[in-house]
């Protein structure tokens, strides 16, 4: 079979230069009825592929039709594919057409479907074009319901090319008035596309209106979803309109929103747009609320079209007086909207100052529509009108209701690359996160945690090369936007929140210290400030400062003195700060000068009361003891340790040992020195593993240098596949409920690599041998906090499974995710109850659906609700557009990918979905087509 597959390769690659192409034409022929499917497959790929070249084209071309019939779809597809790309090539189009309808009558799904394609390609090039029509007319006889919808489907596409298309209409559209069901909705799409295409549009609209007006309950309502498809396709626009506004008057309700959809499509086109504002403004008043809210939609993208805007404002004034919310919502984002037009406008002025005594919802929307304005730059021109919209905004950010706030600060956030006063901006929130006022306290502290908030995610973005947030970074650093002055004055005002007495304020303070402090010039002082932070009154506050210990050590001027601060605050009183203070222990002691001091506190600490930060100072000794002055003594100090009452303390005490051999291995001399270590650290690691202990850990190590002694061992090279393969199953079993799985499976795969390097031939030299033992302590060096996260992550998990019922932090958090859920149902049912009669009311109600049966019972629901919110974000991406008005629905999306915490990405969802009846939906999208 290999053999006759190179045959017709070669024969492939060299059928133009052959010097007898029709002995190989012959051979290709024999092969394409070969026994061997994969061989015919084969063959029948080469001959599509030398088709321009053979010999005899008619004599191929019966061949590949007869080799469709075959029993193998591989061949089957295949001779279809080529036949499909082919027939241009063949003399006698009708030939050709009557070779593809056999097809479409009789062949399976899949050639039937390549046939239909091909028909419809063929038509215009057949010569009896009538025959042509009455043979796609007798397919639709067929008894096959697939090939009826086919033939249905061919003829609207072909009606372009059809002589006499008066006959050809009247036809098509009495089929449509005869047929039922599937078939019935099936023709009256193909007659949308026969319109489309038709060169007389004049007669065919007055039978669709007369269809509309006459016609009986499915006929009219299939009537108006055609006429829809095709009113910006219409001619006479003026004339559309007008039919389109007598309709939204119809006593059928499906008729009148199938006109209301046609009125934001059709907008753009009409010549008289000050009148066609008018018409909208009106049915912005309609009894019925699809009308209603279709024509209020569309209130944003007309005004910038009105030439007469001071009256077109005056209009968007007296409809936001309106008692329907959804068209009030929609008013105001207009007038926002439209203010940039009128600007130097005293009284445009006022009423925009207005819009914060609205109600709560139409605040929301104004806030959305703000940051649109901003975005799409039109907050430009005479009177300085983005200075106004931005202090409505503050207004907003500084609004009585939470949700009016949040919505506010993400906009400010959204459009801060875009404002030209950053400095004053940022200086303005300053002064309000200081007032005395907590509403407004809370309003500017939520706003600055947006604003900063964001800037980390385009930093990030940047940092991992995507282009929209690198362009976005380049456009605007936040350095060089702020400036040091005002960066000091920021962590100053998050110093001051952080002791505020307002808790909203201290938990923003608490999210904006790690936002921030990368941002600040001056370090010196930070490490001083979080361990003053750490005594805070907020527990949240707290965490996150000690969390950031770490992280400002580097920076203190005196770090003596900042490590004193370090041991001091292990033995606070709140747990999460010994903790924040313990994890800092690792990284900060290369930093310290007298390292006899730090090696003492760290021998001190292991007898420490607190198992966390026994076990952090025990697992400091892996790296700090490459850095003792004095490695006789810190080797004799871990070797005392292995008598250490503490069960993690003698764990991590051989860990060491092991890493301090491996070490002494890299050094080497000699494969036999080089040997004695390995097999000594591997020793070590397996006494570490098999110290009794309440909570096993990972076998990180053991796991790696023990597959990796094994390879170096063996008197023969193999790929070692097999043995990388077990290393990586043997570690993902270890660590496969961990919250950083991903990061962990990606350092695997790394080690696995080595692995498989270390069992090539090449590798068996000494220097080749060290070098990947060198490799594996970079990687191990820098996944240590990695490793220790999940290390610690299993110490808790085991915890709480000897106690065999959930602490009560976990039961806490267990509360805070059903609570949310619950929260996140009824922003849902509200969603439905806010846009109903809109045409946001499908995607609402969809969303509604979707999130109605979110549970939290077990840890087992963790991955079905990860599962549940892909589901989510397909259907919002499905039936919301990606547009610039949509811009906070897409943020929210990436938000939610972005946390790693459920709890959180939960609360993402809750905002999202309270923010979907905001969206911009259009005719088309809402109704899934």
């Given at each position: 079979?290999e053999?006759?597959?190179d045959?017709?390769n070669q024969?492939?690659?060299n ?10 034409f012959?051979?290709?022929l024999?092969?394409s009825s070969?026994?061997d499917?994969?061989?015919t ?9 030398v088709?321009?070249?053979v ?10 039709a ?19 790309s082919?027939?241009i090539l063949?003399?006698g ?5 009557t070779?593809?309808?056999k ?6 799904d899949?050639v ?9 390609s063929?038509?215009p090039?057949?010569?009896d074009?009538?025959q042509?029509w009455?043979d ?8 096959d319901m ?7 489907r ?6 372009s ?28 799409e ?15 609209w ?9 016609g ?7 009537a ?5 498809l095709?009113?910006?396709h ?16 119809a ?8 006109a ?5 499509p059709?907008f ?6 000050d009148s066609?504002w ?26 910038p079209?009105v030439?007469?805007?001071?009256k ?20 105001m984002h ?5 203010y ?5 406008d005293?009284e445009?002025?006022?009423e925009l100052?207005?819009i ?6 139409a605040?929301r929307?104004v ?7 901003f975005?799409?730059?039109?907050a430009k021109?005479p ?34 690359p875009?404002?030209p006063?950053?400095k004053?901006?940022?200086g ?5 996160s200081?007032?005395p006022?907590p509403?407004i306290r ?8 947006s ?7 385009q930093?990030?973005?940047m ?17 060089a936007?702020l ?6 004055g920021?962590?100053e ?12 304020v201290?938990?923003?303070a608490?999210d904006?210290l ?15 400030n979080l ?5 805070g009154?907020e527990?949240?506050l707290?965490k996150?400062a000690?969390?950031?210990?770490a ?9 003596q ?7 001091q605050?292990?033995s606070?009183?709140?747990k ?7 994890k800092a222990?690792a990284?900060?002691?290369?930093l310290?000068p007298d390292?006899n001091k ?11 009361r607190?198992?966390s ?14 850095m ?8 004799e ?8 009452e503490c069960?993690y303390?003698r ?5 060491s040992?092991g ?5 002494d ?5 000699s ?10 650290a591997v020793l070590?690691f397996r ?7 309440n909570?096993?850990l990972?076998?990180?190590y ?14 023969s090279?193999?790929t ?8 990586f199953?043997?570690m ?7 919250d950083?799985?991903d990061a962990?499976s ?5 080690f ?6 270390a ?16 490799s594996?302590?970079?990687?191990f060096e820098?996944?240590s906090a990695?490793?220790e996260?999940a ?6 998990s ?6 065999g019922h ?6 806490v958090?267990?509360?805070?995710m ?5 929260e996140i149902r009824?922003?849902a ?7 109903k009669?809109t045409?946001?009311e ?14 939290f ?5 963790k991955k079905?609700?990860m599962?549940?919110m892909?589901?989510?974000e397909?259907?919002?991406r499905?039936n919301?557009?990606e547009?610039?008005e ?5 943020d ?5 990918r ?7 990405r939960?609360?993402i969802v ?8 905001m969206?911009?939906i259009?005719?088309?999208r809402?109704?899934?087509?």
């Open positions: 079979m053999e006759k597959i045959a017709l024969l492939s690659a059928f133009e230069f052959l010097p007898d192409r029709e002995q190989a012959d051979d290709m024999r092969l070969d026994k499917n994969l061989v497959e084969t063959a029948v790929k080469t001959l599509e592929l088709y321009p070249h010999p005899d084209r008619k004599k191929l071309w019966t061949k590949l007869g080799l469709t019939a075959s029993q193998a779809p591989g061949v089957r597809n295949a001779a279809m594919h080529a036949l499909s082919s027939y063949i003399p189009e009708q030939m050709v057409w070779d593809f309808l097809l479409a009558s009789s062949g399976t899949s039937k479907e390549y046939a239909f394609s091909c028909l419809k063929v038509f090039l057949v010569p074009k009538i042509a009455k796609l007319f007798e397919l639709r006889e067929s008894a697939n090939t009826r919808v086919e033939a249905t061919a003829l609207g596409v072909v009606f090319h059809v002589e006499d298309q008066d006959k050809a209409w009247k036809e098509l559209f009495k089929l449509a008035l005869e047929e039922k069901g599937t078939l019935q909705k099936e023709t009256f193909a007659l949308a596309s026969a319109f489309i295409r038709s060169r007389n549009k004049e007669t065919e007055q039978d669709l209106l007369g269809l509309v007006a006459s009986k309950g499915t006929l009219r309502r299939c108006a979803d055609t006429m829809f095709v009113f910006p219409f001619p006479d626009k003026n004339k559309a309109w007008s039919t389109l506004l007598k309709l939204s008057r006593a059928d309700g499906h008729v009148r929103d199938r209301a959809d046609s009125i934001a059709l753009p086109h009409l010549e008289d747009k066609a008018k018409d909208l403004t009106e049915l912005a008043g309609s009894k019925v609320s699809y009308v209603r809210g279709r024509a209020a939609d569309t209130l944003v993208q007309a005004f079209q030439s007469d805007k001071k077109a404002w005056e209009d968007l004034l007296r409809l936001k007086a309106e008692s329907q919310s959804y068209v009030i919502m929609r008013a207009a007038l926002a909207s439209a940039p037009y009128l600007a130097s005293e445009a002025s006022e100052s207005k914060t005594r609205k109600p709560a919802f605040r929307s806030a959305y529509s703000l940051a649109y304005v975005k799409e730059g039109n021109g009177g300085n009108p983005g200075k106004q919209l931005f202090i409505e905004l503050l207004k907003l950010a500084i609004d009585v209701d939470s949700y009016v706030r949040m919505d506010a600060a993400d906009s400010l956030a959204s459009v801060f875009h404002l006063e950053k004053w901006t940022c303005k929130l300053l002064n309000l200081a007032h006022d509403i809370r309003g500017a502290s939520v706003s600055l945690r604003l900063f908030s964001r800037i980390g995610d930093n990030r973005g940092n991992k090369g995507s282009k929209k947030d690198i362009e976005i970074g380049s456009e605007q650093d936040i350095k936007g400036g040091q002055e005002i960066m000091t920021v962590w005002e998050v110093l001051r929140m952080g002791v505020d007495h307002e808790s909203p201290r938990k923003d608490a904006l790690s936002m921030v402090l990368p941002l600040v010039k001056d370090k010196t002082s930070i490490f001083y361990s003053d932070l750490c005594s009154p527990n949240y707290r996150s000690s969390d950031l210990l992280l400002a050590f580097p920076f203190a001027e005196d770090k003195d900042a490590w004193g601060q370090l041991v605050l292990s606070h009183w709140d999460d700060v010994r903790k924040g203070a313990a222990f990284p900060s002691f290369p310290v390292k730090a090696w003492a506190d760290l021998l001190s600490l292991t007898n420490h607190d198992s930060v026994q076990r952090a100072a025990a697992r400091a000794f892996e790296s700090a003891y490459a003792h002055p004095d490695p006789y003594e810190a080797l100090s871990l070797k005392k340790l292995k008598g250490s069960a303390v764990k991590y005490a051989f860990r040992l890493i301090a051999s491996l070490h291995a890299a050094k080497a001399k494969g036999a020195e080089y040997m004695h270590g390995l097999k000594e070590d006494n570490s593993a098999e110290t009794a202990s909570h096993p990972p076998g990180f053991l796991n790696f240098y023990e597959n990796f002694l094994n390879l170096l061992s063996a008197e090279s193999e070692g596949r097999e043995e990388s393969e077990e290393y199953s043997a993902i079993c270890e660590v496969g409920d961990a950083e799985i962990l990606r350092t695997f795969r790394k696995e690599k080595i692995i498989q390097d069992a090539k031939p090449g590798s068996t030299d000494l220097a080749s041998e060290k070098k990947l033992l060198e594996s302590l970079r990687i820098d996944s990695l490793f996260r290390e610690e992550e299993v110490v808790l085991k915890k709480l499974e000897q106690k959930p602490a009560l932090k976990q039961k958090s267990e509360q805070r059903k609570d949310t859920l619950e009824a922003k049912r509200f969603a439905c109850f806010l846009v009669g045409s946001s499908e995607i609402t109600s969809a969303i509604s659906r979707e999130v109605r049966d979110w549970t019972e077990t840890s087992a629901d079905v609700l599962q549940k892909e589901a989510l397909t259907i919002i499905k919301i557009p547009s610039p949509n811009s906070h629905i897409f929210r999306l990436e938000d939610i972005k946390e790693k915490y459920l709890l959180s939960c609360r809750a905002r999202l979905v309270g923010q979907v009846p969206a911009m259009p005719a088309e809402a109704i899934g087509f």
